[in-house]
């Protein structure tokens, strides 16, 4: 019996190893000459959805650049994935792919606990680092001379709610902007509570008030208690800073308790994905989120969308489940096309081409422009935009260049729902 | 008044659940003595089960309950006799380890199936209340908890008055007598395992409505029993009901009255206190009950 049990064991191991490893991208001799790019994100564990589907950004630009004649006069770029779940992880992929593959350049990685970790692998290593998701500030505020990053930081989700409640919503509910109360509601990890202090902070700035601040767990199973905390203070605009399940819930209960404000505001995270519509049906409607740009979205602003969504749909027979895709696809065309520039995969050749690279807004398919900070590496001209979810498709509402609908204020209370 | 009314009544509600979920537990770690690190992961199943019945046959989780919980007494069953029979007599680390890689594959492979993306049911009274003036009670979570307390009744009387239930019990105090009495100790812990992960399964089939299922959701859940459970009282049955309930009125209270983010730390603080003066549980079975399960 104990030799069958083990005999069961090991094939089970052999199984799901081999099923893991098949997963890899590996060269196999091929005759074009390749470019080996790393690719770092937590592709299992908690993160690994919005991992995997930054993940496939990456992935599309590059299949695109291949099919359409590579980089370089013809080289072949390959992307070396690797599976990054924590920053523990992270830095041992980071060190694997830089000492054992021999690689010079590293792309990623939708996490900021992971990002940080791993470009100070990069750093010391002399190895480029380009982040194209992950939002915490101080990746480039460090000024690492190996850290670049074209994705928009989370100072810039802040000032984009506190910009846009100051020019649309507060007129919108007939009051001056310093009369607007707003009130907060954040996960307690560093995303949340990163974003709710530039709030915070912004919000004073305008002298606008802040009505509460409620910190919660993101593993909490139940929210009533923020929820009837939020009904107490009475908000005239509840921004919300959540990962997915805590926004469900927090949604659901906001509903069964019967929680009514007027404009409620998300932070990107999970108010954005199309699981957080499938969880709340009808009731996602009316709910503002602030994010990377999706799909719904003013299509002469953001070329190249079209060809991305057609291509996303070829390759993994699905829509996009988030913008985070789109948010890597540009990023990654971007790099591609400083690469294409430089010929060659030099750290410092390449950051120096990319400092010099720019494009105007408007002409991506993110509809971001790019300058890129010289001392710190931060992409200037990549901006969030606010959405709203409208009849379940989340639409893109400001600003205007982007916006292909005015959005629906104030929201209907529960009662007055259908 | 009406705030704290709400307060408590949600608290007692998501101790409710707190409570069926510990329940199984507790009867694994009472009886076979082994803390099944994998506890969250045969959650996680069991919601998956639940999802994929009303996915396929669009049958309600409360209705497919029934075949969720004999599928999770079959998998607890096969569970035990494969991997947690053959180190029943080995050391407490062999033990920790083996269900706690049970717990890392059983969540990857969830993974891999899977992936990692948000499943829910939609049901007409998902989001359904009762009022009571100002107060506002959910349906689903209501349901949940009517049936935790007929699921600790039920247990109980089984546990009180079956032979089978005596055995179990005999065997919870006493391996070596039990079995020197003529009860076949090997069988019992099968089914004291089968039971055990059956009332997770039924955890499972009523949360999903409330909630949604992905490959790491028992991690939410299974730190929170595996308080529950010491806290009450290790083996007993009472103790992981009352601790259920204490738990999620902890929570509540502290994250309206405290802070929303502290109210974990607020009933680790208890947790603790706990431990210091009275380890055996506020409901223990007894002197020494602290040891079980690690033995």
């Known amino acids: 019996m104990r030799k069958w049990i083990a005999l069961l064991m090991i094939s089970l191991l052999a199984v799901t190893t081999a099923c893991s490893g098949s997963t890899g991208t590996r060269g196999e001799g091929g005759k074009k000459e390749t470019l080996q790019i790393g690719a770092l994100y937590p592709l299992s564990g908690a993160a690994a959805l919005l991992g995997d589907e930054s993940f496939r950004g990456a992935e599309l630009a590059v299949k695109l650049r291949n099919k359409n004649g590579g980089v370089a006069g013809g080289k072949h770029v390959e992307l070396v994935k690797t599976d990054a779940p924590d920053a523990n992880a992270a830095q041992a992929e980071a060190n694997r792919l830089i000492t054992q593959k021999g690689l010079h350049l590293i792309l990623g990685s939708y996490s900021s606990a992971i990002s940080f970790a791993a470009s100070e692998v990069a750093e010391r290593n002399g190895v480029l680092y380009w982040e194209m998701g992950a939002i915490s500030d101080p990746i480039t505020e460090r000024g690492y001379k190996y850290v670049i990053r074209t994705n928009p930081p989370a100072s810039e989700f802040a000032k984009v709610e506190i910009q846009y409640i100051k020019e649309v919503v507060a007129p919108k509910l007939g009051k001056s902007p310093t009369d607007v109360r707003i009130g907060i509601v954040h996960e307690d990890s560093l995303y949340g509570t990163t974003v709710a202090e530039f709030i915070t902070k912004m919000a004073k700035e305008e002298k606008m008030q802040i009505a509460t601040t409620q910190p919660y767990n993101m593993k909490s199973v139940d929210l009533s208690s923020v929820v009837l905390n939020v009904k107490q203070a009475k908000p005239d605009v509840l921004i919300a800073v959540s990962y997915l399940n805590d926004a469900i819930l927090f949604w659901r209960q906001a509903k069964e308790l019967g929680l009514d404000v007027p404009v409620f505001i998300g932070t990107g995270g999970g108010h954005t994905m199309s699981d957080f519509q499938k969880a709340l049906g009808k009731d996602v409607n009316g709910i503002i989120d602030v994010d990377f740009p999706q799909y719904e979205i003013n299509k002469s602003y953001t070329p190249g969308l079209e060809e991305f969504l057609k291509l996303y749909k070829e390759t993994y027979n699905e829509e996009p489940r988030s913008g985070h895709s789109l948010a890597n696809f540009m990023g990654t065309n971007v790099l591609l096309e400083v690469i294409d520039k430089v010929g060659t995969i030099d750290p410092d050749k390449i950051k120096q081409a990319a400092l010099e690279y720019k494009l105007e807004p408007g002409k991506s398919a993110t509809g971001w422009g790019v300058d890129f900070d010289q001392a710190k590496g931060q992409n200037k001209l990549g901006q969030p935009y606010v959405h709203q979810w409208i009849d379940g498709k989340l639409v893109t509402v400001w600003p205007k260049g982007a916006a292909v609908q005015e959005a629906q204020l104030p929201m209907p209370k529960w009662s007055e729902r259908k | ?295």
């Open chain 2, 1 to 295: 008044m009406a705030q704290l009314m709400q307060i408590i009544i949600s608290g007692i509600l998501v101790g409710g659940i707190y409570a069926l979920i510990s329940m199984g537990l507790n009867l694994i770690l009472g009886v076979v003595r082994i803390i099944n690190f994998a506890h969250g992961e045969f959650l996680m199943i069991s919601m998956y089960i639940s999802f994929l019945f009303f996915v396929t046959w669009g049958l309600d989780p409360y209705l497919s309950a029934p075949i969720v919980v004999l599928l999770l007494f079959i998998f607890g069953c096969f569970v035990q006799r494969i991997i947690i029979q053959p180190i029943l007599e080995t050391s407490a680390t062999v033990k920790i380890f083996a269900t706690l890689g049970l717990s890392i594959m059983l969540q990857n492979l969830a993974l891999m199936i899977w992936n990692a993306d948000y499943r829910t049911v939609h049901t007409a009274y998902q989001t359904s209340v009762i009022r009571l003036g100002e107060v506002a009670i959910s349906v689903p979570r209501l349901i949940a908890f009517a049936v935790a307390i007929l699921i600790a009744v039920a247990l109980f009387l089984f546990l009180q008055n079956t032979l089978m239930g005596k055995a179990i019990r005999a065997v919870a105090m006493e391996r070596r007598a039990a079995s020197l009495m003529g009860i076949h100790v090997k069988k019992i812990y099968l089914i004291a395992f089968g039971i055990g992960s059956a009332l997770v399964g039924l955890a499972g089939s009523l949360l999903m409505p409330i909630y949604y299922v992905f490959p790491t959701v028992g991690t939410l859940f299974v730190l929170t029993a595996f308080v529950v459970v010491v806290l009450g009282g290790m083996g007993s049955m009472l103790g992981a009901f009352l601790g259920g309930i204490l738990i999620g009125l902890v929570e509540a209270l502290a994250g309206v009255w405290i802070s929303p983010g502290l109210k974990e730390a607020v009933y680790f603080v208890i947790f603790i206190l706990v431990l210091l003066f009275r380890p055996s549980g506020l409901f223990s079975l007894g002197k020494g009950s602290e040891e079980v399960g690690l033995k």
